[in-house]
Structure formats: structure tokens, C-alpha cells
């Protein structure tokens, strides 16, 4: 474990926050840092000054990395978790092995999954990734396999009646009506991964958990909370994005009304 | 392209078997039956007869495990199980209708699959819908979860129409309506089918709605063994054995008065037509009334005849009816009924 935290030893962004130098005149061997505002000053628990003045150098490039980081990772496991579902659909006995291989990844805890990844693929974007994938294959694969077998069997059997193929019933009607369930396991998956990409900082110095890593040694602590903060607005607005792409897919969904 | 309607065809069972895997009994038993193009043979009987594993053995949705069965002069071995369905209409117990797809969309799919242009579905979707009267400019963007029940199912007759396919299969298509529904969707089909004229096999369990919608009757016991095959008329009249009898019911007299109309029978003149002498004693029933509404109305009202009367003025509309004075056909005897019941 100490490998792991050794990487993240370097607080480049609490030096410039705590502005413990001031410039006098003469010869600047340390540079200007500027004079601290009073709620810095004061080491206040929250500085909106300085979260803001540090929004463009610090928290904006942490978040854009933080939703790169679970974009790739959600849809990397999505598609993993479609095609192993749909497999599994098609023939039975593939669904135990998928299932116990990803409740294993899923029991195993992303931190130490990350420690056993590093001998592998070392300290790098792939690790993290590696590790969130394998972390929401379980639930992806969950709900849209149960989606894929809550599609009404009359459906099912009219589009086989019509004459529709093993694939066009697959991508005309199983899941089309499996989107809820698609969309479910991704809502979940999505905000379990913007918080475990959070403990990704042990791996990469990246993303809004390696601002909150840095900022968790430091009295100061304006770092910390802004950094969590924008990690739950992510996964709130995350969710809400998806619940309303949700809605957009599937306007039958909504329409129900008595009849 | 080709012509668009296609002609109805016989649907020929010979010596059809089908036992399932790991099973010992056959679920149909060397069934031989003949569907006459163009028209309804109902499969009756209870569950577990092998009525619908027959039906489904026709598009191949189950393949027979022994005999062959022909549509028109053709195997269905012989052709494609895919191109086979879509050459067949195909309609179910709560229509299996996708709830993802709007009403137009749902009965779009034959015609997408097969490939149409949009111009040439959209026409045949919006011909369809005014063909079981649900207006297209109001429900064609509709969900099917919008829709009755009734309405649903008639959703599912035009999508099985789509590609005017000359033979209908239908399993239990009006089961899950309720009884008034039921009949009037029952009439609406039996009107379409006077217009369209494709060979339909109909799965039903209930006698009633095969004595309705049949021109043919096929009644199924249990092992998948046809127990008779004949009209309603026949079949009421002379069940082949005990299992038929009691499967029609003890009431098939009178079922059997229900096939038959006043207008069929030979009327007594009626004395002084129309005339009060008799105190309005007499009961009037139309001639498109049924013999069984006929005694009906004879045992409620304690007569031995009903004055029957023709179609009111020109105008055969029902709204009109009320006010023009009916014509009297003549005098139906409860002795005439009975004849003609038994006859």
C-alpha cells in the first residue's frame, strides 16, 4: 500500500493556496504568491474566493478528468456488460460463470484491486480504468440481463410469429423493452463510479479525488470540501442527465394513461 | 409489384404428430383435417388438448415431429420458416402487441421487414386502421397502452393484415376481453372476414365463440386426438360421442337455435297484419333475430308465436327504424321452431 501512496506526496495546489510568502521587495528568490484574502487568512472552512480564483487552474481540468475517467469506465463496462448479457440470454448456461466472475470483481474492494492491478499495468490510466470497469460489471450485467428476460413473452412470440429473425427480435423488441432496465443499471453504475474514481488518486494524480487526497494533509480546507462537493454534484447531475435519457427513449414508458 | 390481395388458400393437416422432447404421449395424435380456402375452422377444446401446439405447428413456430402439413399445394418443409411466417398472419391472446411502438409502428413491422418503402407502408397502416375503424389521423401515434382492450386487439388483426397474407392464425385472439367486448369484436371480425375472405385457424376453449365464429368446428381432447370435425349445425345436432356431447353442453339445442334466423323460416301468414285484434298479445321480433332469442321471448312472455317483421321502410339505418311502421312477415310458431331446431 505505501507504493501506492508515496505517488501522491506532491501538493503542488496547497502551496499556492496557503500563500505563505509574501513578496517584500529585494531580491524575489521565492516568488509572489500575492496577499491571501481574510477568509484564507483565517483559514475559514470554506472559501468561495478562492475556490473560485483556483476554478479554472485546479477544480475545472480535476472535474474534466474525474468525467473522463467515469465515461470511459461506464461505457467500456456497458458494452462489456450488453454483449455478456445478451450472450447469456441467447444461451443459458453462459449467465452462472458471467455472474460469479462479476460478483467476485464486485466483493473485491477497488482499493485493493487497484493494488493487485499495479504489478500489472503500473500506475496508469489503464489501472483505474481496468478496476472501474470490473467494479460495475456486476450491477450492468445484473439489470440488463433481467431486463433482456422481463420483456413480455407475448411480444416475444408475436415478433417470432411475424417472422422477425433471432436478431431483429433482439434489437427491434427485447431490448428496446429492456431499456428501463438498461437505463437503471446505468443511472447506478454511473454514481458508483464517479465516487470510486474518487479513490483513484491512489493510482493516478488525477481527478477531483487527487485534489481531495492533497487536500486531506493540509489544515486548509476549502480544497477538500470544494473538490467533494463538485464530486456529488457530477454524480447527481450524472443521474439526472440519464433519467431524462431515459425519458427521451422511451416515450411509451410515460404514456401510459387508462384507457 | 404483385397483385395486393393474395388468394386464400386450404390449409391441409395430414397425419400430423408432435410429441415434445422427454415426453412419451403425443401432444397431437395423427391429425388429418381439411380448412376449405377462405374459410374459419375453430380448434376447440379443453387445456392441454393440442390445439394450440396444431396451430403453431402451421407457421413452424413448433416443428411436427411427424406428417406434413400443406398450404395451398406447398409443404411448409419445404419453405423457409421466416419467409413462411411472414407469408402468414399471425394473432394472440393480449395481441402481443409492442408496447414500444406506436399502433402505426406495431403494424408496420411485416411490411419493414419485407422491406416496403415508407410511402407504400404508410398507405397500407393508414388502410388497415380505417379497415377496423380506428381513424388512422387519431391513432396511428398512439401506444398501445393507450388503447382498450377492444382496441387493442383490433390493432392486432390489421397488423396481422399487413401484408395480406392468405391465411390467419389466431390462438385464444379474444380471451382476454370482457364478454361485451368480446362479441362486438367477434362481429367486427366475422365482417371483415365476409370482405376478405382469407383461411383463418381460430383457437378457442370456448364452445359459444367457435359456434359463433366457425364455419368449420374442430373439437380436440385431451392426448391431442381430433374427437369431431364438422359445421356448428352438425356438431350441435349430432355430437360425435359423450366428450363432444358434454363439451358442447347440455344446452346445444339451443345453442343450435342461435345459428338459425327468423327470416329462414317458413312464416304462418299473419292474420290482419299488423292489426290490434290480438291485444298485442303477440310478441314482435325482427327477422334477423335469432330462433334462440325467438323461444326466448316465446317462454318470458308465455305465447307459442312471435309476428315477425321485416326491415322497417327503405332506409336501413337503425336510427330511422323507431319512427316507419316494420312490415309483418309473418307468424313464427313456437312448433315451427322447434322443427326447424331439430331438422
Redesign the interface.
Known amino acids: 500500500m505505501n507504493g501506492v501512496l508515496l505517488q501522491t506526496a506532491r501538493v503542488p495546489g496547497l502551496l499556492s493556496a496557503a500563500g505563505q510568502h509574501q513578496g517584500h521587495g529585494g531580491g524575489p528568490v521565492i516568488p509572489d504568491y500575492g496577499t491571501p484574502s481574510r477568509c484564507v487568512a483565517a483559514d475559514g472552512t470554506f472559501c468561495p474566493d478562492w475556490f473560485a480564483s483556483h476554478w479554472r487552474v485546479l477544480f475545472w481540468p480535476a472535474l474534466l478528468q474525474h468525467i473522463e475517467l467515469t465515461v470511459i469506465a461506464v461505457v467500456a463496462g456497458f458494452l462489456i456488460a450488453v454483449a455478456a448479457a445478451v450472450l447469456a440470454h441467447f444461451q443459458g448456461w453462459f449467465a452462472a460463470p458471467c455472474s460469479a466472475v462479476s460478483s467476485f470483481l464486485y466483493t473485491v474492494p477497488p482499493l485493493a484491486l487497484f493494488q493487485l492491478l499495479v504489478p500489472v499495468s503500473g500506475f496508469s490510466v489503464l489501472t483505474v480504468e481496468l478496476a472501474l470497469v470490473a467494479y460495475s460489471l456486476y450491477l450492468l450485467f445484473t439489470t440488463i440481463l433481467t431486463g433482456l428476460r422481463e420483456v413480455?413473452e407475448?411480444?416475444v412470440?408475436?415478433?417470432?410469429?411475424?417472422?422477425?429473425?433471432r436478431r431483429?427480435i433482439l434489437f427491434?423488441?427485447e431490448l428496446?423493452?429492456a431499456?428501463p432496465s438498461l437505463v437503471s443499471g446505468l443511472r447506478v453504475a454511473t454514481v458508483m463510479t464517479v465516487a470510486t474514481v474518487a479513490i483513484a488518486a491512489y493510482v493516478i494524480d488525477a481527478g477531483l479525488g487527487s485534489l481531495i487526497l492533497k487536500a486531506l494533509q493540509s489544515p486548509f480546507n476549502t480544497q477538500f470540501i470544494g473538490a467533494g462537493a463538485l464530486a456529488v454534484a457530477l454524480a447527481l447531475a450524472a443521474d439526472g442527465l440519464l433519467v431524462l435519457a431515459g425519458r427521451l427513449l422511451?416515450?411509451?414508458?410515460r404514456?401510459?394513461?387508462a384507457? | 409489384m404483385s397483385q395486393r390481395t393474395h388468394e386464400a388458400e386450404q390449409i391441409v393437416f395430414d397425419r400430423v404428430v408432435k410429441t415434445y422432447p422427454g415426453s412419451t404421449a403425443p401432444a397431437v395424435d395423427e391429425l388429418t383435417l381439411t380448412v376449405p380456402a377462405g374459410e374459419v375452422c375453430v380448434l376447440l377444446g379443453p387445456s392441454g388438448s393440442g390445439k394450440t401446439t396444431a396451430l403453431m405447428m402451421v407457421?413452424r413456430?413448433i416443428e411436427p415431429t411427424g406428417g406434413d402439413i400443406r398450404i395451398g399445394d406447398r409443404s411448409i418443409r419445404d419453405l423457409d420458416?421466416?419467409?413462411?411466417?411472414?407469408?402468414?398472419g399471425?394473432v394472440?391472446?393480449?395481441?402481443?402487441?409492442?408496447?414500444?411502438?406506436t399502433i402505426a409502428g406495431n403494424i408496420a413491422?411485416?411490411p419493414k421487414?419485407l422491406g416496403w418503402d415508407k410511402k407504400r407502408t404508410k398507405e397500407r397502416v393508414d388502410e388497415l386502421l380505417e379497415l377496423v375503424g380506428l381513424p388512422p389521423g387519431e391513432y396511428a401515434k398512439?401506444?398501445?397502452?393507450?388503447?382498450?382492450?377492444g382496441?387493442r386487439q383490433r390493432v392486432g388483426i390489421a397488423?396481422?393484415l399487413a401484408a395480406d397474407p392468405p391465411v390467419m392464425?389466431m390462438d385464444e385472439p379474444f380471451g382476454a376481453l370482457d364478454p361485451i367486448t368480446r362479441e362486438r369484436v367477434q362481429d367486427e371480425f366475422l365482417a371483415l372476414h365476409e370482405r376478405l375472405r382469407k383461411t383463418v385457424i381460430f383457437v378457442s376453449h370456448d364452445i359459444d365463440e367457435a359456434v359463433r365464429m366457425g364455419d368449420r368446428i374442430a373439437i380436440f381432447r385431451e392426448g391431442g386426438r381430433l374427437a369431431q370435425y364438422a359445421a356448428p349445425r352438425e356438431l350441435l345436432k349430432k355430437p360425435a360421442d359423450d366428450f363432444v356431447a358434454r363439451f358442447v353442453g347440455a344446452d346445444r339445442g339451443l345453442k343450435r337455435l342461435s345459428l338459425m334466423r327468423l327470416g329462414d323460416l317458413d312464416l304462418a301468414p299473419a292474420d290482419g297484419a299488423g292489426s290490434a285484434d290480438r291485444g298485442g298479445a303477440v310478441p314482435e321480433l325482427p327477422a334477423a333475430a335469432t330462433l334462440r332469442s325467438a323461444l326466448s321471448l316465446m317462454v318470458a312472455e308465455g305465447v307459442d308465436a312471435v309476428r315477425v317483421t321485416g326491415d322497417a321502410g327503405g332506409a336501413a339505418g337503425e336510427a330511422g327504424a323507431a319512427d316507419a311502421e316494420p312490415p309483418v312477415l309473418g307468424l313464427a310458431s313456437l312448433d315451427a321452431v322447434r322443427k326447424a331446431g331439430s331438422a
Open positions: 413480455p407475448d411480444a412470440r408475436a415478433a417470432r410469429g411475424m417472422g422477425l429473425t431483429q427491434k423488441v428496446p423493452l431499456l422511451t416515450p411509451w414508458a404514456s401510459r394513461r384507457a | 407457421n413456430l420458416p421466416i419467409r413462411l411466417r411472414r407469408s402468414i399471425y394472440i391472446q393480449q395481441t402481443g402487441l409492442f408496447p414500444h411502438l413491422t411485416v421487414v398512439r401506444y398501445p397502452a393507450q388503447l382498450s382492450g382496441q397488423r396481422a392464425l
